[in-house]
């Protein structure tokens, strides 16, 4: 069955460096997600993005964020300047269409702000 | 913003048994679209069950089933003869059906399986 697969796995960074996240959506999806999880804390929404283009995002998603979609496949997240409370698990997510009701996810990445 | 409530950090079961996880949320929605996913250790996300707020029938799933109860707006996951597999991390979420795209998620429940 296909699935959403994440790298790295867990990535270290120095603070005020920039890290990017990569998502591999599945193939036929046309909608996708990114999430994240501080460690203790909820699920958090990050931004959702369709048509190349972002069509949601949340307040948490503020100027150091971006993400794109370089080529056919990739699903990229960039944070520019990380800081300490960036730490956190990032989930990627995917879904067929609009209507669909499932997203499926990846493993996530955990990353680890020094 | 809808909020999603899990109320128990960690639960535990006998293998066989059957283990009930609560989920409770906050919306002002009529229309919306309640789940439960798994995840195992080190794996991602896979949906368990889901349930249209629309539909009074509660969703089943071979051992999984829910309990709907609209107007308390609870939403608790019944897992009947467990198995080692079960064992997880549960999360609760919600999904407008107007706007639909993202998810609010409950902070997770662990669930260990004693065999």
């Known amino acids: 069955e296909p699935e959403v697969t994440q790298t790295p796995s867990h990535q270290v960074t120095q603070m005020g460096q920039e890290v990017i996240l990569r998502c591999v959506p599945i193939?036929?999806?046309?909608?996708f997600y990114w999430y994240r999880q501080i460690l203790g804390q909820k699920v958090e929404f990050l931004v959702s993005?369709?048509?190349?283009?972002?069509?949601?995002k949340s307040e948490i998603f503020d100027d150091q964020f971006s993400v794109e979609r370089p080529d056919g496949s990739n699903f990229t997240l960039k944070i520019r300047s990380t800081k300490l409370e960036d730490s956190a698990m990032y989930f990627c997510a995917s879904k067929r269409q609009q209507s669909s009701y499932e997203q499926y996810f990846g493993p996530g990445t955990r990353l680890t702000v020094t | 913003a809808q909020t999603v409530t899990q109320s128990q950090p960690e639960m535990s079961v006998q293998e066989a048994e059957t283990v009930t996880l609560s989920c409770t949320y906050d919306?002002?929605?009529?229309?919306?679209?309640l789940f439960w996913y798994k995840q195992p250790p080190s794996r991602q996300m896979i949906l368990v069950i889901r349930?249209?707020?629309?539909?009074?029938q509660n969703a089943t799933e071979n051992r999984f089933s829910v309990n709907f109860q609209k107007a308390a707006k609870s939403f608790s996951l019944k897992i009947s003869d467990s198995q080692l597999g079960d064992a997880a991390m549960y999360f609760c979420?919600?999904?407008?059906?107007?706007?639909?795209?993202?998810?609010?998620f409950g902070t997770g429940t662990s669930l260990t399986v004693i065999p």
């Open positions: 349930q249209e707020a629309y539909k009074q």
């Open positions: 919306t002002s929605e009529s229309d919306y679209y």
């Open positions: 993005f369709y048509n190349n283009e972002i069509s949601e």
């Open positions: 979420a919600y999904r407008s059906a107007d706007t639909g795209n993202q998810f609010y």
């Open positions: 193939s036929n999806h046309l909608y």
